[in-house]
Structure formats: C-alpha cells, structure tokens
C-alpha cells in the first residue's frame, strides 16, 4: 500500500461514521458540532440575538429552579424577564467562586435529575478547589467546541493527534466496541504524562511522536516548551504536525516562538477553566481569541462597573447551556479583555485577550527531571478539605506542600495526598505536607502552586 492511502481510508471511515452518528443523535455533540461549524460564521448581530435567546431561555430557568438565584434576585427586586439584553446584565450580582463552595446545593437546579448530572472537580487556575454539576447538553456543547477549535489547527476526523497532559502514567482508555467506534470517528488519541518530563521520558516521546505520526499536538504550555526544547537540543525534527494547541497556562512569546519553530506549525492558544469549559480560542490567525460565543458570554468589569472595550478588567463568565447548575456572571479569577475589532479570517465570534491568565512553574530535580506545576492543583481538588495550597521546593531534592485547610481540618486526614504525591514524585523529590493559616501571592496577586528552588530552571521568566 502506498503511504497515505490508510490513513486517506480511515478519513473517509471517519466522515461516514461521524454522518451516522449525527443523523442517529442531531442533538449529541456530532450534531452540536455541525451547528457551531455553521454559527461560526454568522455575523456578530446574528450571534448576538442567538445569545440573548439563550440567556433569557438561562435566567428564567435559573430564577424558576436554582434556590440560590431565586433568593438573590428576590432579595434584590430583579425582574429576569427584564433582561433581554446583554448590556442588561450588569443590574444582576457577580458570582464569587467562594459563593459556590459555600451554596453548593441551593445552586443546583431542582429542575435537573441527579442521574442526568456529573460532578466536576476544579484545581482551579489558583490552587482552590471547587465543586460544580454538569450536565449532558453542556458536556455536549463543550466536546462540539473542542472538535471545531482541532479542526481549526489543522486535525479533521479520523485522523492522529497526541496530548502532553496530566495524566499519572502513559494513558490506555477502555476497550471495546464503543471505544473502537468513537476511535474510528475522532482519530487515534495518544495521552501522554506532562508530569514526568525527564529527558528519558521525553526521548521516549519523541519516538512515540515519531511512530504515532499526529497532525496534531497539543499540551500544557509548560510541557510543550519542554517537549520542543528537547527535540531541537537533539536535533530531532517533526514532520507532519499541522497545528499545536496549548492551553491551561500563560503563553509567553518565547515559549511560542521555539515551540512553532520545532513543530514547524502554528501554535493555537486555548483558554479553557473546568468551571466553564473552553471559553477562548485562537484561530490561525492568532488576533486575538474567539469567544465560544455560542456557549459562553463574557463580560470585563473593574471595581464592579463594565470595561470599555480593549481594557482589562476582571473576567466574568455565564454559562449558557449548563442547566444543572448555571453560572451567572461568575468571577473566574483571570483579567483580560474584549478587542472589539473582527478577525480577518471572517468568523464572527468575538475575540478577547487573557490578560495575566495562568502562572504556572515547574520543579526540577537534581537528575534533570521537570514535574509541570499543574500537577499539584490536579491532585488537591479530591479533597474537599483543601482552600489553597502551594508546593515549595525547598531544596532540589525535597518539596514542602503548604496548605491552607477548612475549619476543624487537619493535616492527618491528609494521608492519601501525601501517599499520592510520594508516588508521584519519587525518587526524586521527598514530600511533606505542612498546614499553614494563609500563602502569599505574587506582586500581580495571582497565586501560584508551585514555587521552585531558587536559581533552578523551573522558575518561569
Ligand atoms: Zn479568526
């Protein structure tokens, strides 16, 4: 067989499945996609009387079945029915992450079965975690999102990509017939550890890179720059990656510039939070980030007022399809702003910039293995005990975690964190935890969950 003609075949494979899945379920996230690929394009008056519709269809729901809404807007004398437009959400309360922890339940919706939703666990960009309910339109919505940002770098169905994630080990999904399908549909999808970025395991990868052959990469800024940094050390070159996808941290123009050189691609940045799912995302282009508008509004507000366009403010999103437990102008705890200007490449979708998003460093140990700081927030949001943590390396071969715990917590019940991260880490770094009242925060006031030795190469610029 020639090169080419498999992978040519299972395209075509690819496309038949996918038109038989949308036909059997044009509500599920094929069907969704198809819609997005199409409102993409609409003009931005278009996308904007499709918003209002959705958050009208939003707050009566939210009023009618979230007791935590149902209160505020009493208490506050607000008539949802008045809000029609965008510009008229300002009259309603900003959403503060604390909030949602402390009225978990009067902000789940009666209206929504426990059995139609899925609890979410969020790190959270600050170390904190949170708690949320999803439900299976707006996991629906998110994945439709997800395939119409790939194809955007270049991937189409049926086709190869590769992922530097956390995840412990290299990951193998479940087998069986529904797996094999949706593997027929989405590509071969191959998960790799950003956790473990020694330079044995970055060989390793490079050679999965090799052999897996994806025309797409995506990861972690931090394990991508990694990652690039690596093969161009030993000359390693990349052939047929069309686009990388980064995400979950702060780009910085020097971690793009190596990263698109060595994957000879373009780098497409993602802003994506667990709360909200993808919010943002880069065209090919790269003027900026087009809003998922369809799903998510956001608003830029300082000191409670709306921004003009083009100055940063405090990020507030509104979920528009998840029914199971709305968020209403929700602080997400990134600065950034609207551009107001349109993109050349004709899309509608708003585009916004993330002003000082995500700070995130890496540990390294004295045998020259890098542990992505993501790590950390990943592992303390399964215990609900946990307000804020930080891990400090405090020598190159040992960490302290510091924790900021809830009232009547205490560090025992914290065994498994700490067996967790002994795993984890070992051999390389020892690991004790330490309760601590409060952390400090940089000069920008963002926290930071990883903070390495001093004079080490983890410490970004
Ligand atoms: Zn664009």
């Known amino acids: 067989m020639m090169p ?30 198809r819609e997005l690929e199409q409102s993409q394009w609409w003009s931005s008056e278009q996308l904007e009387r499709l918003v209002e519709t959705r958050l009208a269809a939003l707050l009566r729901h939210a009023a009618d079945t979230v ?30 992450r604390r909030q949602v922890r402390e009225h978990f339940a009067a902000l789940t919706s009666r209206a929504v079965p426990e059995a139609d939703r899925r609890l979410n666990a969020t790190g959270g960009s600050t170390g904190e975690p949170l708690r949320l309910w999803q439900d299976a339109q707006r996991d629906d919505l998110n994945m ?18 590769l992922t530097l994630w956390g995840a412990p080990t290299d990951f193998v999904g479940r087998r069986g017939l529904k797996t094999w399908m949706k593997g027929l549909v989405l590509g071969s999808e191959r998960t790799l550890s950003a956790w473990d970025l020694g330079d044995d395991r970055l060989l390793e990868y490079a050679r999965i890179l090799e052999r897996h052959r994806p025309v797409l990469v995506s990861g972690y800024v931090s394990a991508l720059y990694l990652f690039a940094r690596f093969l161009s050390r030993r000359g390693i070159i990349v052939r047929g990656v069309r686009g990388v996808i980064s995400g979950a941290e702060v780009l910085f123009p020097h971690q793009r510039e190596i990263i698109e050189s060595v994957f000879r691609a373009p780098l ?55 029914r199971a437990m709305p ?85 025992e019940q914290l065994a498994g964190l700490q067996a967790d991260l002994e795993r984890v880490l070992a051999p390389d770094f020892s690991v004790k935890l330490r309760q601590v009242p409060d952390l400090v925060s940089t000069s920008t006031g963002k926290h930071r969950f990883v903070i ?10």
């Open 452 to 461: 390495p030795y001093e004079g080490s190469e983890g410490a970004t610029p």
């Open 268 to 322: 497409l940045n993602r802003y994506a939070t667990r709360e909200a799912g993808g919010i943002a995302h880069e065209c090919d282009h790269r003027a900026g980030m087009h809003v998922n508008i369809e799903n998510i509004l956001i608003e830029v507000v300082e000191a409670g007022r709306p921004c003009a366009v083009g100055t940063v403010g405090d990020l507030l999103v509104t979920t528009l399809n998840n």
């Open 144 to 161: 439709a999102d997800r395939y119409r940002t790939r194809r955007w770098a270049g991937w189409d169905f049926g086709e190869p990509s």
């Open 327 to 411: 968020l209403i102008r929700y602080r997400i705890g990134d600065r950034g702003m609207l551009l107001g200007r349109a993109c050349p490449c004709g899309r509608g979708l708003p585009l916004m910039q993330v002003a000082e998003g995500r700070i995130s460093d890496h540990l390294q140990a004295p045998s020259g293995r890098r542990v992505v700081g993501t790590l950390f927030p990943h592992l303390f949001k399964d215990y609900g005990a946990i307000l804020l943590g930080q891990a400090v390396q405090e020598r190159p071969d040992r960490v302290r975690v510091d924790l900021v715990l809830e009232a009547g917590a205490n560090i």
């Open 4 to 33: 080419g003609t498999g992978r040519r075949w299972r395209r075509r494979l690819a496309t038949l499945m996918l038109r038989l899945t949308e036909a059997r379920a044009p509500a599920g996230r094929f069907g969704r996609w």
């Open 67 to 96: 007791e935590f809404y149902a209160e505020q807007f009493c208490a506050a004398g607000i008539n949802v029915a008045a809000v029609r437009r965008v510009e008229d959400l300002g009259g309603l309360p900003i959403l503060e």
